[in-house]
């Protein structure tokens, strides 16, 4: 398994209160993702890292920001937490096609719910 | 924008039986294809990668197949376990490195 760990694992958290997921990698890829995922949406990308401090917006943003300052940790964090922001979220890895492989390693997921 | 869409939504099988699930996509400038594997509570398992330029790709009793021009993919399991019981996902890469996930087939294995 790809070395990616997610924490917290589940949280539950009240509206309008902020958070910060967090994303560590042990492969050193130069990519890097945070997804959520929702029955009836698939998942869905919220943003993600070509490298340290290089991050672009995904399909969902909106009401999420990211920060990258070494390449093994990923943040993401929800500066005041809805309702609409309970889901699952994922983090994921990639070397990149300039490596030879794009295929992208999934984290355990973290559960969060926001009361 | 791509769309990509997987159907059934949801498909028993008994044990031993060969079987396709089914993935398709509206737009045919992608890069590559990519099958994912998640268990109940878990995060996905990356099971092929198939390239644009590829027709398919073989790991085991998984074969994935790909039809650019017409903007589908298969994935065959050959010879059914309930180990197989699971949601398989498929995603399509384009000019980024970003990628476009379909909703899921729920696959059970009656044994």
Redesign the interface.
């Known amino acids: 398994d790809a070395g990616i760990t997610q924490s917290p694992r589940h949280k539950v958290t009240e509206t309008g209160t902020p958070v910060t997921l967090r994303c560590h990698q042990t492969e050193n890829h130069r990519?890097m993702?945070w997804y959520r995922q929702d029955p009836?949406?698939?998942?869905?990308?919220i943003h993600?890292s070509?490298g340290v401090k290089d991050t672009d917006k995904?399909e969902v943003s909106d009401g999420y920001s990211v920060s990258r300052s070494k390449t093994e940790d990923f943040l993401l964090t929800l500066e005041s937490a809805t309702s609409s922001q309970t889901s699952v979220y994922?983090c994921?890895i990639?070397a990149?096609?300039e490596r030879g492989?794009?295929?992208?390693?999934?984290?355990?997921?973290t559960r969060l719910t926001v009361l | 924008k791509q769309e990509v869409t997987q159907i059934p939504a949801a498909l028993s099988v008994p044990e031993g039986e060969n079987l396709v699930l089914n993935c398709s996509f509206t737009d045919s400038a992608i890069?590559?294809l990519?099958w994912?594997r998640q268990d109940p509570?878990?995060?996905?398992?990356?099971l092929l990668?198939i390239q644009s330029s590829q027709r398919e790709q073989t790991s085991g009793r998984l074969n994935a197949s790909l039809d650019k021009s017409s903007g589908r993919s298969t994935l065959y399991i050959a010879a059914s376990q309930p180990g197989d019981s699971a949601t398989y996902?498929c995603?399509v890469?384009q000019g980024n490195?970003?990628?476009t996930?379909?909703?899921?087939t729920r696959l059970t294995i009656i044994p």
Not at chain 1, 101 to 108: H, K, L, R
Not at chain 2, 41 to 46: A, E, R
């Open positions: 990519y993702y009836g949406h698939g998942l869905r990308l993600y070509y995904g994922f994921a990639s990149g096609r492989t794009d295929t992208q390693y999934f984290g355990p997921g | 890069y590559n990519q994912f509570g878990k995060g996905l398992t990356s990668l996902l995603a890469a490195e970003k990628l996930f379909g909703t899921g």
